[in-house]
């Protein structure tokens, strides 16, 4: 393919992009199962996205979040509903393609959203930065993967067959001088707390009709791309997404509604792009840690432990609410102020993907090692004919 035609396939777009391995199968028409992580980095508030309006408790800890989403959530089962924000989500939930995991976390037990990311994208139980989960498991797989990122990501070190690719008509140069001060304030609550105000003061002054706009269609270019580029090779199995902005300690009702509509709107590019290999797919969405229960004083949450993590897609048996609710009593809540976490994001990991790929016991192992596997049936029978 010439370079011409890359660049139109992208939407017209200048990319950046590393590519050890890329080789395009613009003809071939055998299937190919896909694994894409998305990864929500800051944080995301998991009683503010799957909501369980049936805890007694829940409007007792969040008196303003609680009725701030009063009379607009979406329903789901079990008594929990969905953020206003998630039209698709939701509606993948009831078409089966969906399925919401609560009070879930990495077994981190820190508040720095560096550490806490380090942690989730090694998959090793510990910050070891020398290879992702994602990594070893494209290396059992011999499966090429793309990270739709400027970097290679923590989660697919250790393998030599990842590609990346990023528009390089971002701001780059602002985002690394901010995330440069957040590494710096990292092991102080206070000093986070304060730039992470300043950065929303200073996207709130900045904000105009144009801005947000293209705001809104950021990733959701993204996701269209990294679909055209899974289409287009056969040899592509799996894909990482990042999503940026989840730290809400204040205002946070409001920067929730424009981010959750905005992974919204990605994922169903996503799917749109995917076409018929939705059906092949599965796209694993979590986030680092969650926030606390009780809401703060500015309208926000502050770093917390349980969080909610996603199972999407065309191949999932979706359709429920997985994962035990521990209760927001405040006994039950984790140190008494976040939620309780009763089953392991690495574990549901592993089992979606030892259920997706067959991999075997030894294989799991040496993506997460020492990580038990659950049986709960997570992928539907069209992918899996013989279960």
């Given at each position: 393919?010439?370079?011409?035609?890359?660049?139109?396939?992208?939407?017209?777009?200048?990319?950046?992009?590393?590519?050890?391995?890329?080789?395009?199968?613009?003809?071939?028409?055998?299937?190919?199962?896909?694994?894409?992580?998305?990864?929500?980095?800051?944080?995301?508030?998991?009683?503010?996205?799957?909501?369980?309006?049936?805890?007694?408790?829940?409007?007792?800890?969040?008196?303003?979040?609680?009725?701030?989403?009063?009379?607009?959530?979406?329903?789901?089962?079990?008594?929990?509903?969905?953020?206003?924000?998630?039209?698709?989500?939701?509606?993948?939930?009831?078409?089966?393609?969906?399925?919401?995991?609560?009070?879930?976390?990495?077994?981190?037990?820190?508040?720095?959203?560096?550490?806490?990311?380090?942690?989730?994208?090694?998959?090793?139980?510990?910050?070891?930065?020398?290879?992702?989960?994602?990594?070893?498991?494209?290396?059992?797989?011999?499966?090429?993967?793309?990270?739709?990122?400027?970097?290679?990501?923590?989660?697919?070190?250790?393998?030599?067959?990842?590609?990346?690719?990023?528009?390089?008509?971002?701001?780059?140069?602002?985002?690394?001088?901010?995330?440069?001060?957040?590494?710096?304030?990292?092991?102080?609550?206070?000093?986070?707390?304060?730039?992470a105000s300043g950065i929303t003061l200073k996207e709130?002054?900045?904000?105009?009709?144009?801005?947000?706009?293209?705001?809104?269609?950021?990733?959701?270019?993204?996701?269209?791309?990294?679909?055209?580029?899974?289409?287009?090779?056969?040899?592509?199995?799996?894909?990482?997404?990042?999503?940026?902005?989840?730290?809400?300690?204040?205002?946070?009702?409001?920067?929730?509604?424009?981010?959750?509509?905005?992974?919204?709107?990605?994922?169903?590019?996503?799917?749109?792009?995917?076409?018929?290999?939705?059906?092949?797919?599965?796209?694993?969405?979590?986030?680092?840690?969650?926030?606390?229960?009780?809401?703060?004083?500015?309208?926000?949450?502050?770093?917390?432990?349980?969080?909610?993590?996603?199972?999407?897609?065309?191949?999932?048996?979706?359709?429920?609410?997985?994962?035990?609710?521990?209760?927001?009593?405040?006994?039950?809540?984790?140190?008494?102020?976040?939620?309780?976490?009763?089953?392991?994001?690495?574990?549901?990991?592993?089992?979606?993907?030892?259920?997706?790929?067959?991999?075997?016991?030894?294989?799991?192992?040496?993506?997460?090692?020492?990580?038990?596997?659950?049986?709960?049936?997570?992928?539907?029978?069209?992918t899996n004919p013989t279960k």
């Open positions: 393919m010439q370079r011409r035609e890359f660049v139109k396939l992208l939407g017209g777009s200048l990319v950046l992009m590393q590519s050890p391995q890329l080789a395009f199968a613009l003809d071939s028409k055998a299937p190919q199962k896909r694994f894409i992580w998305v990864m929500l980095r800051g944080a995301l508030d998991p009683l503010h996205t799957v909501i369980p309006e049936f805890d007694p408790d829940y409007k007792t800890l969040r008196p303003t979040l609680s009725r701030q989403l009063a009379g607009s959530t979406l329903p789901l089962s079990s008594g929990f509903s969905l953020n206003p924000n998630l039209v698709n989500l939701h509606k993948w939930y009831w078409e089966k393609e969906l399925l919401p995991i609560v009070a879930v976390s990495t077994g981190y037990q820190g508040r720095s959203h560096f550490d806490g990311q380090d942690y989730l994208e090694s998959g090793t139980g510990t910050q070891d930065v020398d290879s992702g989960w994602l990594g070893r498991l494209m290396h059992i797989q011999k499966s090429d993967s793309i990270a739709i990122s400027s970097t290679t990501p923590i989660s697919l070190r250790g393998s030599d067959r990842v590609n990346s690719w990023y528009p390089s008509n971002f701001k780059e140069a602002n985002d690394d001088i901010l995330l440069t001060l957040m590494k710096m304030y990292q092991g102080d609550e206070l000093l986070s707390t304060h730039l709130s002054a900045m904000l105009s009709a144009n801005q947000q706009r293209k705001d809104s269609r950021q990733f959701t270019e993204l996701a269209t791309a990294c679909a055209n580029l899974l289409i287009q090779n056969e040899q592509m199995g799996c894909a990482m997404l990042e999503v940026g902005g989840w730290d809400t300690h204040n205002n946070q009702h409001t920067r929730l509604k424009r981010q959750l509509s905005q992974l919204d709107a990605g994922l169903a590019a996503l799917k749109l792009g995917l076409g018929k290999q939705w059906q092949h797919t599965v796209v694993a969405i979590a986030t680092e840690f969650g926030r606390t229960a009780i809401e703060n004083g500015t309208g926000g949450t502050d770093h917390g432990s349980g969080s909610v993590m996603f199972l999407a897609g065309g191949a999932v048996n979706g359709g429920k609410i997985l994962g035990q609710w521990p209760g927001l009593s405040r006994d039950n809540l984790y140190q008494q102020r976040d939620l309780q976490p009763t089953s392991n994001t690495f574990s549901w990991l592993a089992s979606v993907l030892s259920q997706h790929w067959q991999l075997t016991a030894p294989q799991v192992s040496q993506v997460f090692a020492n990580t038990p596997v659950y049986k709960t049936k997570l992928i539907g029978a069209y």
